[in-house]
Structure formats: structure tokens, C-alpha cells
């Protein structure tokens, strides 16, 4: 049973998402872009970034799948993709809850040891 | 105003936390120690891992600080720090709350929009 539960689950997925997000620059970018879309020069230009920097970076943040771009006219748009985001928000949220939930057994435990010695 | 909010803010302790997250062994004993604390032994026997390669993982996950290790007589103990799984998890929810609240303004906007032409 433990050994099913513990064997080790590969997700490129989040590989791929905790990866990206570990760049200051790529996170820098999702902010932004959790504001709204935006063209990449209106991205560049309050980023302390050369533009085919910023390219750089997008076009890592596209192959983690967080980001979407499309042309329109002359002009490249870029949006956040949720759905990364979410994954990754979700894994954590489990692992907080899961450590909060057995330091709420622990306590409990703690205050009817302490009962039953009274 | 703009060029201010968008200077790329440099978060070492987020930089080691999404790139200690980004490999699926870490992840798998982060995900282990949230349902409590346990000795190095315990942490490798379900694992399809070897003894020193647990070591390394867990040193890894230390230097990140997301876990801390103690000795207590011969057997070394490990535990999650929360901290660090906090400010990505918070992080990773501020840019999804944000994106959530953008998208329900567009919608009011296309709404509106709609509301006036008829």
C-alpha cells in the first residue's frame, strides 16, 4: 500500500510549470500577463530587458505551455494559459492542507495525552 | 508608475523553492513529509531510490530550505518547512486571483458593450 502510494508520480506537466517559474524574468512576465494580454513590445517596455530577451522568455514560457502568443496583423499577442497555473497551485495547496491537517492531529493528540493524565 | 511595478523583483527564496519543485523525486518526498515528519530510513524504504540518492534529494530540499533534517541518536529526522511552500503557493494564487478578477471585468465590459447596442 505504501509502496503504490509512495512510488515516485512523473508529471512533465509540472515539471515543466516549476521549472519556468523559477526564472525571475519568466515570473516578472505572468505577472503581468495575469493583468491581461498584452503585445510583446507593450511586454518589453517596462522591462529592464532587451526585446529578444523578452522573446526568449516567452518563447520558454510557451514551451511550459503557461503561455499562449498569436499574431494579429503585425502585432504578436501573448496571454496567460490558466490551466499550468492551476496545476501547479493545486499540487501545493494538497501539501499545505495535508501538513496542516496532521499538525491539527498531532495537537489533538498532544491535548488528550495531556487529559488522561490529569 | 508602470515602469516601477513592472522592475523584475528578485526572490532568491522563490528562484530555490519552483526549482526544487521542478523534479518529480523532490516533489514525491515533499509530498511524503507533509503527512508528517520522518527518518531518512522510513523516507527511502518506499522509494524506488537509493539510500544515497534519497540523501541527495534531501539535501537539496534543505539547501532550498524547504525541509529541515535533525538527529536524534542515530537516526536522522526530517521535516517540511511550510515557509517557502507558503510563498510559492501565495505567489501562484495572487496571479491566478489577479487573471480571475481580469477575466470577470471583460466579461462585465463585453456585457455592457452588448447592453448599450441593444
Redesign the interface.
Known sequence: M??L???????PA??RT??A?????R??I???L???PVSISELAA????SLPGVLKHVHALEAARLVQTHKRGRTRWCQ?S?RP??Q??N??????D??ER?LDQ?VRHIDKTKGAKR
Open positions: 505504501h509502496i502510494n509512495l512510488m515516485v508520480k512523473y508529471s509540472l515539471d516549476f521549472s517559474l523559477a526564472d525571475p524574468h515570473r516578472e505572468l505577472d503581468r495575469a493583468a491581461g517596462p522591462l529592464d530587458m496567460l490558466r497555473l492551476d501547479a497551485g499540487w501545493i495547496d494538497q501539501r499545505r495535508r501538513w496532521q498531532f
